[in-house]
């Protein structure tokens, strides 16, 4: 183990936990392309993915505790170490279980790459929440999904909150970007998915939309299912250029759900 006990805040190694800004850290055309994963079971199924280990930041305690197994999986990077109180001074935020891994990012796949196989769809339209991403990767790797789509203006699902909310699905379950500029989305997106053979279904409440229970739709051999923006939902462009408008029906006057609820509930139906 290459134990470093933390006596200077301002050492560069430290920097991907205390310095390198929300711009690098998403987007490692700006930066060095590291991410940070949270907690032991996060670092564990990331390295199970196959991610690089750069450095590791946590508590004293657990060096021989509940860190121990993912010290000895990262080989010989540097474990820094101090107590809870120093290293929430450090990275301006509370640690969950004391524990934080720097890690390579890797080159994303593309869509074809990662659609070609694939029968069930998620495709997320200008998902902002770092909390509803987790918690969307987390239902889609649950519930049936085989690959997850983002357009360019979601948040990156390596930000730390959305890595943690989803509990390390986020190395699970395939996924990739649809696209560089926000140009790119719905078209030609939705070009290169009706080129792979899917159909789309956008989940929206309009007059026209089909109940997530129709046969129809469990009839497709490969469907995207897709999910909007918080708040506004989709944009009117995504969903004239879908195949279907798809409702989760409802009860009790209420008219809609949190975009990362309504994502499980169309998953497990539209899954079957």
Request: a negative charge; charged letters at 20%.
């Amino acid at each position: 183990m290459n134990i470093i006990e933390i006596t200077d805040f301002h050492a560069p190694e430290l920097d991907a936990y205390a310095r390198l800004t929300e711009r690098e850290l998403r987007h490692p055309q700006h930066g060095t392309g590291i991410f940070i994963a949270e907690s032991p079971t996060v670092i564990e199924r990331a390295l199970d993915a196959g991610y690089r280990p750069v450095s590791l930041l946590m508590e004293r305690k657990h060096v021989e505790g509940q860190a121990k197994h993912v010290i000895q999986r990262c080989g010989e990077v540097p474990v820094f170490t101090s107590d809870l109180s120093v290293l929430t001074q450090l990275t301006g935020f509370a640690l969950t279980r004391g524990v934080l891994c720097a890690m390579e990012r890797r080159p994303l796949p593309t869509v074809e790459e990662i659609c070609k196989q694939a029968r069930r769809i998620a495709v997320l339209e200008n998902v902002v929440n770092p909390t509803n991403i987790g918690a969307i990767f987390r239902s889609a790797a649950a519930l049936g999904m085989d690959a997850v789509l983002l357009t360019p203006a979601c948040c990156d699902p390596l930000y730390r909150r959305s890595v943690r909310v989803s509990m390390g699905t986020v190395f699970q379950i395939p996924w990739t970007y649809l696209g560089d500029s926000v140009s790119d989305w719905p078209e030609p997106g939705m070009s290169i998915l009706q080129r792979l053979g899917f159909a789309t279904a956008a989940m929206a409440l309009r007059d026209d939309s089909v109940s997530v229970t129709d046969p129809h739709l469990a009839s497709e051999p490969k469907l995207a299912i897709v999910l909007g923006t918080e708040g506004e939902g989709l944009a009117d462009g995504t969903i004239a250029s879908c195949d279907y408008t798809v409702r989760i029906p409802m009860s009790h006057g209420v008219d809609s759900l949190n975009v990362a609820a309504a994502s499980a509930v169309a998953f497990w139906q539209l899954a079957q």
